[in-house]
């Protein structure tokens, strides 16, 4: 039979939509089209896929092939269709059988020896096709990457002839079975390393149980960047879909997803030279940017206001959201995109206003200009706003990392905060809808007019309101308190330091 169909899947975002090849021989003088939207690198398999048929020793067949990439109007990448497109030529030329190509789904760019490479976004595919029923078929490199998603069969595949010779029966591939895919989850630095900034700890503690943002605010050297750091060791840990979600991400970005960091929240640090593109995500074929990238993890920006002011207005919709769209002419990509934004700035261009030292020179108006890159929209996005002082020399030399508590300790508190959270609303506190809010963050009326005199005094927005709730119910959370108390309320307005300073001063 001249026509052969074999299954595969693109990519369009963090999807693994189908793509069926169809391959169909007729005569005419030998050629071979590629049609289906098909970009430079899939249309150059068909050089690829005839030096590995004829090294591999089999025919190419003298005809004219046409091969068909369905649906038409969906663009078609890389180089993860020449096994597809390989395995449908030899069906169709019949050397080898049909019958057996419809139970796979084949991915894998050809060497001209007819070894199998590696190829990107495999996570998201196996999961697709662990919905449809098929056997999953990869190259050997990526074999422990598919096998992450339970209930689905996964062959690893080295070389060409091998999965020839599965199809035709005379030699069988064995399902991979992965053997412990979450490995031990370790971390190298520990709270109990810093010195004093029991606040900043205590801040750092409530914004992990509720999965928090926040803003740390001091002069250069306060320990602002080794507490951002220590944050993942105290998270709690990711659950089976946050962890497959996370990796499905990091699967189909640039840089590929590792084996090792399967289950670790990320921790995503750009630098302030970033551009909007290398933060939200982009290119000509989308990829995800960093904020995707620290999906279920953090997200730190040190020296805030360094960065350019349009790239850091492009935050405060996912921070709100959770996800990020990025639209180009032909066509559209959603990126999921929920992380805990962690930021540090300092105080003033020089970074020691208030300092004891008197060393701060800048003048008010170059104050103003400097605290002016953060717009008013986003910090009323963050929910946490503190002050790291500087650290006494009395206090850095009297205490000792013994004496201070280890990250263990702390996220054992934390878990027990987060698991109140989900047995209660079924996610964490920072993201309670409004109607969640009232119900769940319900208060005193004797604390409610306390809240409302800050909110009528700091002039807050309803965002901020909702938002001082919901630090204040995770602050309960982690007292075991039922109800919100005034002590959790008066913690909770505290933390929105920036809100209580005149701008620009």
């Known amino acids: 039979m001249p026509l ?5 899947r693109g990519e369009s975002g963090i999807d693994a939509p189908e793509v069926i090849i169809e391959v169909h021989l007729s005569n005419g003088l030998p050629a071979l089209n590629i049609v289906g939207l098909a970009e430079t690198a899939v249309k150059e398999s068909k050089d690829r896929v005839r030096g590995a048929l004829l090294n591999s020793h089999f025919e190419f067949p003298m005809r004219r092939i046409t091969i068909n990439l369905a649906p038409a109007d969906l663009p078609k990448e890389g180089g993860r269709f020449d096994l597809p497109i390989a395995l449908g030529i030899l ?100 709270l109990a390393e ?24 001091g002069p250069p ?24 979600e996370t990796a499905a991400i990091h699967s189909i970005s640039d840089s590929g997803f590792k084996m090792e960091n399967w289950g670790q929240r990320p921790f995503r640090a750009p630098h302030h030279t970033a551009s909007a593109a290398a933060l939200v995500g982009g290119g000509s074929q989308p990829r995800p940017g960093e904020i995707s990238l620290a999906h279920n993890g953090v997200l730190f920006l040190d020296e805030l206001p360094e960065f350019d002011r349009r790239v850091l207005e492009v935050l405060r919709e996912p921070i709100e959201s959770g996800q990020i769209t990025i639209s180009r002419a032909a066509r559209q990509a959603e990126f999921p995109a929920r992380f805990q934004l962690i930021a540090a700035m300092n105080p003033c261009p020089c ?9 701060c020179r800048c003048t008010p108006d170059q104050i103003r200009r400097y605290r002016g890159k953060l717009s008013g929209p986003l910090l009323d996005r963050i929910d946490m706003h503190i002050e790291v002082p500087p650290l006494p020399l009395s206090q ?15 996220r054992r508190r934390i878990e027990a905060a987060r698991q109140r959270q989900i047995e209660r609303s079924g996610v964490a506190n920072a993201r309670l809808g409004n109607r969640e809010v009232e119900k769940v ?21 309803a965002r901020a309101y909702h938002r001082i709730l919901k630090v204040a119910r995770t602050i309960a959370d982690l007292d075991g308190a039922e109800q919100i108390g005034t002590a959790h309320l008066s913690e909770a307005i505290n933390y929105r330091r920036l809100d209580r300073q005149t701008p620009g001063i």
Not at 194 to 201: M, T
Not at 351 to 359: E, F, N, P, T, V
Request: overall charge positive; aromatic content about 2%.
């Open 4 to 8: 052969a169909t074999t299954f595969s």
């Open 91 to 190: 069906a169709a030329s019949g050397q080898i059988p049909i019958e057996p190509l419809t139970r796979y789904e084949l991915y894998g760019e050809l060497a001209l020896s007819g070894e199998l490479r590696p190829v990107r976004g495999i996570l998201p595919a196996a999961l697709r096709a662990r919905a449809s029923g098929r056997t999953l078929v990869v190259p050997k490199e990526n074999v422990k990457e598919a096998a992450l998603v339970k209930g689905l069969e996964v062959l690893g595949v080295e070389h060409l002839l091998e999965i020839c010779a599965h199809c035709t029966g005379n030699a069988s591939l064995t399902p991979h079975q992965l053997q412990h895919p979450r490995p031990p989850v370790t971390f190298v630095e520990d």
């Open 194 to 217: 810093i010195r004093g900034q029991h606040l900043a700890k205590r801040a750092l503690e409530v914004a992990a149980a509720g999965g928090h943002s926040l803003l740390m605010s």
């Open 221 to 244: 050297g306060t320990g602002k960047t080794m507490l951002a750091k220590r944050l993942p060791g105290i998270l709690p840990p990711m659950t089976e879909q946050e962890a497959q």
């Open 351 to 359: 970074g020691y206003l208030g300092h004891s030292s008197g060393r």
């Open 396 to 410: 850095l030399n009297r205490e000792t990392p013994e004496k201070s508590e280890t990250s263990a300790r702390v």
């Open 441 to 461: 963050c319900a208060l005193q009326p004797t604390d409610r007019h306390v809240l409302e005199q800050a909110i009528e005094r700091l002039g807050l927005s």
